[in-house]
Nanobody, 125 residues
Framework: QYQVVESGGGLVQPGGSLRLSCAAS????????VGWFRQAPGKEREGISCISSSGGSTNYADSVKGRFTISRDNAKKMVYLQMNSLKPEDIGVYYC??????????????????WGQGTQVTVSS
């Protein structure tokens, strides 16, 4: 019913770029902050970025700041994550999730209620 679906993952060489997309359906995305998370094998799911419902505020984990950019288009019910200068440490399954509120909460899993199934990002030469 209410869902988000990620796309855009794939295989890229170190230093390359990918643009991930998060498409919402069944609800009006413009009420909610949206976060991006990732999970590598053997690691906990890590919050990497959030954008407020209006797009007016964003934040990034230290591991990706300066390289990744989050954006949104509420009319299209879409959120994007532009990933540049990719490194092998960026490997993982990337998830988007809608928060319970419009302002970005802390990037804890419990603050986000609607999750996608993830898209795989592999960085390898």
């Amino acid at each position: 019913q209410y869902q988000v679906v990620e796309s855009g993952g794939g295989l890229v060489q170190p230093g390359g770029s990918l643009r991930l997309s998060c498409a919402a359906s069944g609800f009006s995305l413009d009420y909610y902050a949206v976060g991006w998370f990732r999970q590598a094998p053997g690691k906990e799911r890590e919050g990497i970025s959030c954008i407020s419902s209006s797009g007016g505020s964003t934040n990034y984990a230290d591991s990706v700041k300066g390289r990744f950019t989050i954006s949104r288009d509420n009319a299209k019910k879409m959120v994007y994550l532009q990933m540049n200068s990719l490194k092998p440490e960026d490997i993982g399954v990337y998830y988007c999730a809608a928060a319970w509120i419009g302002d970005c909460p802390g990037l804890n899993r419990g603050n986000f209620g609607t999750w996608g199934q993830g898209t795989q990002v592999t960085v390898s030469s």
